[in-house]
């Protein structure tokens, strides 16, 4: 598997998940910090692999200030935001829904704890009940109510719902653009959230659009039962990764 990613490293594309992958699961969405170890290694592969990225649900904002690796791509709620080459770009299909992403917050603050609540970007929000999880049926029924009124999508992630904007556009999605051209492709993630990636690249390799693909889960207490069918190698947590991706570092230094 490490030979796969370092056998061309100019024409092979890392791809990794941010939440329980490069950063350990903590209560607070907000205080999610990647591994030290995380980053350098990162900054390591940036000009050794053709591309190094960030795929996240976070706001990419988020990911420019916690992940300050220069040279690498990042994207941001599932691909609805980019940062590449220091060029912030939103996808145009968001914009309609802009003012009922605003609508939809105003009533969830209405309803839940605000400290539940995370706006992200202006472009979608997540409510978390990670912090309360005695809250997750209230929660879960407020979105249930509240997107639907305001034309919005839900999206279930680990212990938190989205309302975002009804457009087709996952990590599938982001992940398949993002190592088109490429020969050999990874991607690293832990979550529900985590799966359409891994399915990208398979499909990216059935189709001939990739002569390789490397699918790495990072285990967690509450990784999804379908991610280890999902994969082609698993690693023990955030440090199992650095532990993976040091390796890969190495061998193409």
């Known amino acids: 598997m490490i030979a796969k990613l370092t056998a061309h490293p100019l024409a092979t594309a890392l791809l990794a998940d941010f939440d329980g992958s490069l950063a350990p699961i903590v209560e607070r969405a907000e205080a999610a910090r990647p591994m030290p170890a995380a980053i350098a290694v990162l900054q390591r592969l940036v000009g050794r692999l053709g591309c190094v990225g960030v795929v996240s649900g976070r706001p990419v904002g988020y990911l420019v200030e916690h ?14 935001e980019q940062v590449r080459d220091g060029k912030r770009t939103r996808d145009p299909r968001v914009e309609p829904y802009i003012a009922n992403v605003d ?6 603050r209405a309803r839940l704890p605000e400290d539940l609540i995370e ?6 929000v997540t409510v978390h009940w990670r912090p309360a999880p005695e809250l997750a049926d209230e929660i879960l029924a ?3 109510e509240v997107a639907p009124r305001h034309g919005l999508a839900q999206l ?3 212990m938190a719902v989205e309302l975002r904007p009804p457009i087709a556009i996952d990590k599938g999605t982001a992940v398949r653009a993002l190592v088109a ?4 492709a990874a991607f690293a993630g832990d979550d529900t959230g985590d799966l359409p990636a891994f ?4 499909d990216a390799r059935r189709a001939g659009d990739l002569v390789d693909a490397v699918r790495i889960g990072v285990t967690s207490a509450e990784a999804p039962p379908e991610l280890a069918a999902a994969v082609d190698v698993m690693v023990d947590g955030p440090p ?3 532990e993976l991706l040091t390796r890969v570092a190495d061998e193409i230094a």
């Open 67 to 80: 992940v300050p690796v220069a040279g690498a791509v990042l994207v941001g709620l599932y691909g609805m």
């Open 103 to 108: 609508a939809a917050l105003t009533e969830l």
């Open 119 to 124: 706006p992200k970007s202006g472009v979608s």
């Open 142 to 144: 407020a979105a249930a």
């Open 156 to 158: 279930r992630t680990r």
């Open 181 to 184: 051209g490429y020969s050999c």
């Open 199 to 202: 399915v990208a690249l398979d």
């Open 240 to 242: 199992g990764l650095v």
